[in-house]
């Protein structure tokens, strides 16, 4: 018997990034893709540039730039589609959320591997991406020249990512906001996050549809 083609997820997003819908591609060329979503899906004017998010290709997730050629409660077309550069995708697909995490703190080994556990810090991660994230935690905690990792629940799992220090802001007298990069992502970890950005998204344009956004 011949399997049905794999329908790939979807995520449509104006081009300032704002979420407008997900779907399941149900026929994709080079340069353009349908999508359809029995619950429905935005009504966007013909020829309106946005951005479509696609889960699940064979080489990963991709973010493409296009036109939207027809759209209805059901179905949408994009045509002209192009592959957005690097930098594009992955700030496409940074996504806004609230969760509590914990970072664990080791000493560094000089050839920057995880040495002895020190302490571990309660933090707040803002946003997150497939390289990275961005954590709220207590501005006096001594992170500089530590090995960390960010202990944080993904819905039904709980992982533990390694991250390297890359910036570090005040936001308050007591706080700072430290920009943190994913490093030694295997393509197990690739999967759980290509998957839970992709849940956090639906969630937040489930949620804006109930608010009437």
């Known amino acids: 018997m011949r399997q049905k083609p794999k329908r790939l997820k979807c995520v449509l997003q104006g081009m300032d990034n704002a979420l407008l819908g997900s779907g399941l591609a149900v026929r994709m060329k080079e340069d353009s893709i349908e999508i359809e979503n029995e619950n429905g ?3 966007i004017a013909m020829g309106t540039q946005i951005k479509v998010v696609v889960y699940g290709m064979e ?3 991709h973010v493409f730039v296009g036109n939207v050629y027809y759209s209805t409660k059901d179905r949408l077309r994009v045509d002209n589609m192009v592959l957005c550069a690097g930098s594009e995708q992955r700030k496409t697909y940074r ?3 609230n969760s509590p995490g914990t970072l664990l703190v080791y000493a560094m080994r000089p050839d ?3 040495g002895e556990k020190l302490f571990e810090e309660p933090v707040n991660v803002r946003d997150i991406s497939m390289g ?15 090995a960390l990792k960010l202990r944080l629940t993904m819905y039904e799992t709980i ?3 390694d991250l390297k220090l890359m910036s570090a802001r005040e936001k308050s007298v007591s706080e700072a906001l430290y ?3 994913f490093r030694n992502v295997n393509q197990r970890l690739e999967q759980v996050l290509d998957r839970y950005l992709l849940r956090v998204q639906q969630d937040q344009i ?5 608010l009437g956004y």
């Open 59 to 61: 080489d990963g997730l």
């Open 179 to 181: 920009g943190m990069a």
């Open 112 to 114: 920057g591997g995880y």
């Open 41 to 43: 899906l935005p009504s």
């Open 132 to 146: 990275g994230c961005l954590v709220e935690a207590d501005k006096n905690a001594n992170l500089g020249g530590r």
């Open 159 to 161: 992982e533990e990512i």
């Open 95 to 97: 996504v806004t959320i």
């Open 206 to 210: 489930r949620k804006s549809r109930r």
